[in-house]
């Protein structure tokens, strides 16, 4: 029987050009909303260092206007702008598979295809880890650092008053005083989900291309078992569009696909691997990246979540994040 190999199917810049294409697209953060395609941030992937500053200037400050009079030794004391800066990280990153178990998967016509489609999903859902990781780590630094004032804890509550109901929602997203309307997206854990299911809490509507995904009060919704879950606690975020910027490409120098062979594996029958590797950065706007525990190149998942490697830059009502902590 006639074998696909991925030799015989793929061309390394048109698989990496289409994985980097799908992985944006297919992206449930992407559709949602909640993170928004960073042209800075791509720019930067692909030039030297580990990470990049993104200069802004901060608001006017609201002070009371000066009254006007006719005194001409009287002068007005001009107020002065001030700017911040945001410290993107990026992360190199590669995974391989080995095509002796994917070459009987992946047998027949369409293998191209359905390899291409199983890259992308993979990147799509390390980019959503990234994210949620960087949220806790987000999350852990305003309660140690900001006195949680983007987190609404109502987990010593009575119950009903301590569990995941709209109510509770709406109160978290108050966090944002007079920004919690721009609210549209939700990130939970899967029994929080489930719960919103059997509430019957969810609403299915279709995106742009026809493809159904759930939304919360008007909120799109996102369901990851990597949300925190602490005991009977469980974590919540809520997002404005655009709270998070992202990019993804190919590295610079390093191909972003690229076959291994290994004619002598498997007593001479042979063995390709397929590598694939990009430079990617998931960045919570409004925060600054600390670099305090990173051990290696690129910070891990694991060390996206830590508090001390992250500082926030703006004032709360400028970062479209809220947190709620609940029972279920």
């Known amino acids: ?18 994985t980097v294409q799908n992985t944006m697209e297919a992206n449930a953060l992407v559709q949602s ?41 009287v002068i007005a004391t001009p107020r002065k702008l001030t700017a911040e800066k945001q410290i993107v990280r990026k992360s190199f990153l590669h995974n391989s598979w080995s095509a002796m178990n994917l070459a009987s998967e992946l047998a027949g016509a369409d293998a191209l295809t359905r390899i291409q489609d199983r890259a992308s999903a993979y990147w799509s859902r390390q980019t959503q880890r990234r994210l949620i990781a960087s949220l806790n780590g987000i999350l852990a630094d305003n309660i140690a650092t900001d006195s949680g004032d983007m987190v609404l804890d109502v987990t010593a509550l009575t119950a009903p008053s301590s569990s995941f109901g709209a109510e509770a929602v709406i109160d978290a997203a108050g966090t944002l005083g007079d920004q919690m309307g721009n609210v549209a997206g939700i990130a939970v854990h899967s029994d929080i989900y489930r719960k919103m299911l059997k509430l019957d809490l969810v609403e299915f509507i279709p995106d742009s291309t026809g493809r159904m995904f759930a939304t919360y009060r008007g909120m799109a919704v996102v369901m990851d078992d990597l949300m925190p879950k602490v005991g009977d606690d469980y974590t919540t975020a809520l997002f404005a569009p655009g709270a998070v910027g992202w990019g993804i490409t190919a590295p610079n120098i390093a191909d972003g696909t690229e076959i291994e062979n290994k004619p002598g594996a498997g007593n001479g029958g042979g063995q390709q691997i397929l ?31 830590l508090a001390a490697n992250w500082r926030r830059v703006v004032e709360r009502k400028a970062v479209g994040l809220a947190f709620l902590k609940s029972k279920l």
Do not use: C, K
């Open 1 to 18: 029987m006639a074998v696909t190999r991925l030799g015989d199917v793929i061309v390394p810049e048109e698989f990496t050009a289409y």
């Open 33 to 73: 909303g909640i993170v928004t395609r960073n042209a800075a941030i791509e720019g930067q992937l692909t030039a030297g260092a580990d990470s990049f500053t993104v200069p802004f200037w901060n608001d006017l400050a609201d002070d009371e206007a000066n009254i006007a009079n006719d005194d001409p030794d």
């Open 275 to 305: 590598h694939s590797r990009v430079n990617l950065s998931v960045h919570p706007s409004g925060f600054a990246w600390a670099e305090d525990t990173v051990a290696d190149e690129s910070p891990t998942i694991a060390e996206l979540a």
